[in-house]
């Protein structure tokens, strides 16, 4: 396959489009105000104080143990689709498991609260699991000089697609009717579960279709969980000897424990900190309503934001980029940790958003460039999804011990805003030129 095929990089692109419901549906819109409604009936907190954890809690822990469930075997499995060249069929496995775990949610209920929150794990490591694979073949359908454009295409496709069904599905929830559902024991909201199940299978046969399926002719030989894990060892060699590599990798951990917390927690922290005033005059908290608006206004500038930073680093460098980036998160911290009203909010939406889509779209680009001339993108990119979920965990464990600690959620504003001061020192240390990899003995 040559590199810069416009079918094949479509069909890539496609990917994002079909898996980032997940995101929006599931972890931050509907299932989480779903879950709240279920687990906050009275009987149900009976049920859960036999088990002294609070229903949030639970929620959070099994969003973790995917995240972990992920990072301990990821490794692993990305060095078995290196060496024997299957990485579309891992690809493959984790988005079928994420999108039947989302629809099982449709069973979603007190009485199989275990079950569920089963699914909510295996649906976050299906998720996070195939984007290991699914990252690491940018580098083999493009020249690294479209990278970021790339990149900033597929999270393009991903947040106009998951907004296009989150609306859909906020339709099958206000006004059930008009899709003949019958509006009784949650029942709108249950079905949205599997459409984003059937969106995200779906959609995702347009990138099977056209991704390679060995790239390099690799074939199965031997022991292929002993081939897996050599091949993982020489790239973690390969990887410590490389500088720009290895420290960009550690300024992207630190800024990831900030973004993905802003992301995970922005709505929880709205919930409580932002106010409104109703109809009446009265002041009140921010409707879930508004919340939903906000969230929506997060996925449609990031289309822009995700453009803009490819800009950003054609005049700047990518790391550049990121710094300007890294420095626009901070004043945003600043600014959250003083607003109170939710026209204030919004505006803040606006600007998460800007920025949270050029961070992501080129976080993963620049590392695609920097990595070495290499056929094990895999391996590599396991590590760099591993310190993802690693540093989604710690962040959102910040979050909460801060809150533990202080009794002031605010405070949490600036541990999140640390992160990005400490990301930005971090990136100021990244070489800007290549640094020769050190081959490593296999």
């Known amino acids: 396959m040559v590199k810069g095929d416009k079918r094949v990089i479509r069909g890539w692109t496609m990917y994002d489009w079909a898996n980032s419901v997940y995101s929006l549906t599931i972890t ?33 822990y099994a969003l973790s143990a995917g995240f972990l469930l992920v990072a301990l075997i990821s490794p692993i499995l990305s060095g078995i689709a290196d060496s024997t060249g299957q990485k579309k069929s891992f690809l493959k ?45 940018l580098p083999e359908i493009a020249e690294k000089k479209d ?75 031997g022991n292929i969980i002993a081939n897996g894990y050599r091949e993982l060892r020489k790239v973690w060699k390969e990887l410590q000897s490389t500088k720009r590599l290895n420290s960009y990798l ?41 919340l939903i608006i906000s969230i929506l206004l997060i996925q449609l500038v990031a289309v822009v934001g995700a453009f803009l930073f490819v800009w950003l680093s054609k005049r700047f460098g990518n790391i550049g980029a990121l710094m300007i980036g890294a420095s626009v998160w901070v004043l945003l911290c600043v600014a959250a940790y003083s607003i109170q009203w939710a026209h204030e909010f919004y505006l803040l939406a606006c600007g998460v958003g800007l920025v949270m889509g050029g961070s992501q779209a080129l976080s993963r680009s620049t590392y695609s460039k920097f990595l070495p001339e290499t056929i094990d993108h895999a391996s590599y990119f396991s590590f760099y999804d591993v310190s993802f979920y690693v540093s989604t965990v710690l962040g959102t464990f910040a979050y909460g011990l801060v ?36 081959k490593a003995e296999e």
């Open 93 to 137: 496995a984790f988005c079928y498991l994420g999108a039947a775990s989302c629809a099982g949610l449709f069973f979603f209920s007190m009485e199989d609260l275990w079950l569920g929150l089963l699914l909510v794990m295996l649906a976050c490591a299906g998720f996070s699991g195939s984007l290991i694979f699914y990252d690491a073949f």
């Open 250 to 290: 550690m300024a992207f951990f630190v800024l990831n424990m900030g973004i993905q917390t802003v992301m995970y927690l922005a709505v929880t922290y709205a919930k409580e900190e932002i106010k409104d005033v109703d109809a009446n005059g009265a002041v009140v908290a921010i409707s879930d309503a508004s």
């Open 403 to 438: 809150y533990q600690l202080t009794g002031d959620l605010r405070n949490t504003v600036i541990i999140i805003g640390s992160f990005f001061v400490v990301g930005l020192i971090l990136l100021l240390m990244v070489p800007r030129r290549e640094v020769a990899v050190v």
């Open 147 to 221: 990278h970021d454009r790339i990149s900033a295409r597929g999270y393009t496709m991903g947040y106009i697609g998951s907004v296009l069904l989150l609306i859909i599905n906020l339709a099958m929830v206000m006004k059930p009717g008009l899709f003949g559902i019958p509006d009784r024991d949650g029942l709108p909201a249950r079905i949205t579960f599997i459409t984003v199940g059937l969106w995200w299978a779906g959609f995702a046969q347009l990138a099977f279709r056209v991704l390679p399926e060995d790239q390099y002719g690799r074939k199965p030989q």
């Open 28 to 60: 931050s819109a509907v299932f989480p105000i779903f879950y709240a409604a279920v687990t906050h009936r009275d009987e149900a907190d009976l049920v859960l104080d036999t088990y002294g954890i609070p229903a949030q809690s639970l929620y959070s």
